[in-house]
């Protein structure tokens, strides 16, 4: 990762009136400081390679009340010319609608960054609030390529087709200790991920929602980790209420994946991917098929994880599987409910022409998981 060294200051509203006109004063490596009040504006960097911050980053009072509002008339921050090293940090940035590019539909609402020519390009943004943002792709912020780091940001009450606080397709990025809730999409509730190598760790996803797929988080191909989020309460109308691994290869370790709710795949779904699930606490969620994993051909390996008091209304409490080669290991599988079949876990195969399941199940606990009919609790209730 590039270090900006930085050799000079400017302060809004104290050198500039605007953020923009100190941007196009600033040379690489200048500071800008703004102080706290509401900005209306629609800010690009022009190939700036600068810090942007409020005046105290770390005060949430300070970044509450040092706004950057775009008005609904574009995104409010965008990187698209030759920045190659760029650091937002400490500001609410709100009503952002997207940047077009490419004859594309508007794509991140809060920041669009379009990395032009494979350079090496680094964005460090950090301790933000991204509220009531919308666009096509990437409700809060879209990034495309290059290397980046977001931690510590807030993206709440955002919208877009994808990704409804964020979506990164390609590059290499760093998603650490964020909060989103409440940010509505198609795909990926919170999150849409495509291509690339991203690592996210210590975010809390919690009450997304989609219309399609990943209440909380989308993956699309490539080759991800995801280790030690919370992923509770999301819920989307189709697969993977907390995540969906769609195609590519991606590990999910150490997360607790809790409370969410999907027509298939309560807390996760893998559709033809190649997948790790291990160590993790996938617990309380409900679905029609497969309360806490559903898988669909691909191969996953699902490994000492809790699968606990899940539900569906359907088969598969625990886990459903339809084709595909899988590896089910030292997983304690308990407590879950199913209406139909396989409390514990069913598999079917995924279509008349595929002959070959391969599912080694190995150590794994299987205790205390019951079908309850819906007609047997009718029964119940008249009796009493």
Known sequence: ?????LNNELQVPKDFTTIQEAIEAAEDGTEIIVGPGT???????????????SSDPQ????????????????????????????????FTITNGSGQSAEGKEAMGGGIFGLVQDEKEVSYTITNNVFINNNANTGGAIFLNGGKHILKDNQMIDNQARFGGGISLIGGVHEVKNNHF???????????????????????????????????????IGGKHQLQNNFIQANI??????????????????DNEISGNAAEAGGGMAFHEALGLAADNKIEDNNATLGG??????????????????????LSGGGLFITGGKHNIFKNTIEDNVATNNGADIYIISSSEEEKEIKIIMQENMIVN?????????EEEKGEK
């Open 1 to 5: 990762m590039l270090k900006m060294q």
């Open 39 to 53: 900005y209306y504006e629609n800010i690009v960097f022009s190939g700036k390679n600068i810090c942007l911050r």
């Open 59 to 90: 005060d949430r009072g300070v970044v509450e009340k040092t706004v950057i509002d775009g008005g609904g008339k574009g995104a409010c921050i965008s990187l698209l010319s030759d920045e190659t090293e760029v650091t937002i940090a400490g």
């Open 181 to 219: 809730s409440k940010n509505r999409a198609e795909g990926g509730g919170a999150i849409t991920l495509m291509e690339g190598a991203h690592k996210l760790e210590e975010n809390h996803v919690q009450e997304n929602y989609a219309t399609l797929n990943g209440g909380g988080i989308c993956i």
């Open 236 to 253: 989307c109308e189709r697969s993977g209420g907390g995540i969906i691994l769609q195609g590519g290869s991606s590990s999910f370790q």
């Open 292 to 313: 806490a994993i559903y898988i669909d051909r691909g191969s996953v390996a699902v490994r000492g994880n809790s699968l606990c008091r899940n539900w569906c209304r």
């Open 369 to 377: 998981n019951r079908v309850e009919k819906e007609e047997e609790k």
